[in-house]
């Protein structure tokens, strides 16, 4: 190259810097270039303008660098050096994809306030190890072949190659790009509207239709492409406020279901329940199955990161025998389905707690700092009936915000967490002593989930003997991605078939079975075999999210290949159950458990959202006539489940993405649009309920003011 004239050599550089940094943002976009993402259908117009805006904003960079910098050599360097950052750039929003699934966005980043320890080291090494497993490398490729040009090229001579251009000229070029800009800008905002107006999916559908470098420049700026959904529907009105909130509250006498058509009530009798399900005399009421678990405790365990395939597979079943005898003693929900958004663990305790669904692109926990939320929630209704409320986390009480969401939002009247733990004396470096006899001692950075399950039945029995009735909240903070800290450690030798064809964090994650059982045993049967059950309680279970693992390591888990579509279906499914034990006990081959008062099986489709209302119905809370939605988890009953970051949906027929509804399994299946948009104006009238942190207020006093109730 330094015998060419350097002229061409520096145009080419310049050319080469537009072209290379635009066909790199197509691996944040195109599925086949990342397995993490969940598109959009892509379309010839999204992609021309999305052309249009990343070349507006790579343009305006030049340009803006150029007029301060004459010289060419130093004009090479520094679109050398703004390509090897926007090359970085692109490479951690590709690991956002393959952590969270979606595109990044700045409302998302609160994620990043949580106390990193223990997950630091894992996920950084996780994230590099994509450099090489994945081919991530290929994303610093423009740098590469530009840095290539450069030291190729006759730098001397570069070095006395002067511009001068006249500043009209470039005001010119500015006015020029930024008309462009502003038209892709527009065009964006109108094909947003069309195909999927939520806050929660636009970064990925801005990245793919207005372009990666405008969307974060316009977000950097302050300026987050939100729409005002209030207006956006028209319901400025008290009127129609409240007739789209009515048209799907199930807190009524009657309505009729949009999806069957049937007619059901917020009083569930056995005649409209499963026909599998059993009810003890000694909880029964005739007919009515409202109230059946009336002024008993309540214990609802959050269970970290646990799909339904550990159940499921041939691999793992067999070593969750108490999980396996846990269920036959309860009602189990076997197509139950998280609701999270990015807020992920945070968003599970929020539907399964307040019976709303995430916004999906940012952590209501943390816009609580911002704007305070005043909810309805499960811990006001408990609190209301004369209970007491109590939270208890293994983690930094500031968490998730934990240390103000609980006590302020929720109302919880006590919230226990890592450092009162340590204050009592726990030994986070020494560990806790979970198995006397055998010396076993389980390390982590947390609280041992041995260590809350003992101190749950603890202090459950003290409270009980103090107040009478309580509602306990513990939260297991075991397995969590990338699923360290093991007390049982890494082995290859339990599923000696796959495990040296999987990857290392998919191999602890299903390593980890062993611990889940003797943790939900160690919840009912103490260290020594004694019964540490808690008397006139109810446990509920439930799982916030799935597992996320990656690179078709599921196929080899459930031996049969899985579409990326199925994928998502079943890491979306979580176990949930509610347990009502009796006096009397039921032994298995080396433990006794108590007999369960409540069971039978779900095989509808439920969510978190609809664990709140079977909750509050059976418990028979003072709600009044505060609105709640989705359907009772022991009703016929049909309904849907909403995973609030990809939006995609499960229905009993099939399972689609709202970002693409072509895309289904089973592939035959046609989305019914009908469906379709009644699922997302519920999206819609679910995010303005926590747009703002009295919206919940509003719309109660407008459907008051237009019902009277």
Sequence with gaps: MKHKNQWTVYFFFVGMYFILNIMNTYWLTIQELNRYIAPFRHTLFGELNAFLGNFSILFLIMILGFLFIKKAKKRLIFLLVITFLLNFVIFWFGVFNMFFGTAFSIPASTIFRNPADGFAMGTFLTAILELITYYRILVFLPFAFLLAIYLLSDREQLKVMYFKVTLQKYLSSILLVSVALFTAIFSYMEQYKLVLPLNSVKSTFAIQNLGVYPYYIGEIIGEPFDLDLVHFLGLESDEKLAQAYQSYNKNQETYTSFIDGKTYSNRLTLSQAVTNLYVDDSIKNGEDLHGILEGKNLVLIHLESLNTFLLESELTKDRLTFFQALI???????????????????????????????????????????????????????????????????????????????????????????EDFIEDGYDVEAGYLYDTENQLVHQSPWISDYHLADYTYQRGSSLINTYGHVMLFPITMMPHTPYEFDPNGLRYDVYPEISRKISRVTLNYINYVDYVDDILKRFFISETGEDQTLDNSVYVFYSDHGSGIKNGDLNLIMDRDISVIE???????????????????????????????????QTLVRSQVDMYRTIIELFNLPVGNDPYFGAHGLSTEKTFALDNRLMDVVTDAYFYSMRNPNYTYPFDQVVDERLYNYILRFKQLSDIIISKGDMQETIKEAMERVYGT
């Design 328 to 418: 036959e003693q309860s009602f189990y929900f076997s197509n139950f389905y998280n609701n999270v958004g990015m807020g992920v663990s945070s968003d599970g305790e929020l539907s399964i707690l307040t019976g709303l669904y995430p916004m999906g692109d940012r952590t209501l926990y943390w816009e609580y700092n911002d704007d305070p939320y005043k909810l309805d929630s499960l811990v006001h209704y408990f609190n209301e009936s004369g209970y007491f409320s109590e939270a208890i986390h293994g983690d930094k009480e500031k968490f998730y915000n934990r240390d103000l969401i609980y006590p302020e939002m929720y109302q919880f009247d006590e919230f226990y967490s890592l």
């Design 567 to 601: 994928t998502r279906q079943i890491l979306q499914k979580v176990p949930a159950l509610i347990y009502v034990p009796g006096e009397t006990y039921v032994t298995y081959d080396n433990f006794s458990i108590r007999k369960g008062l409540l069971t039978g099986e």
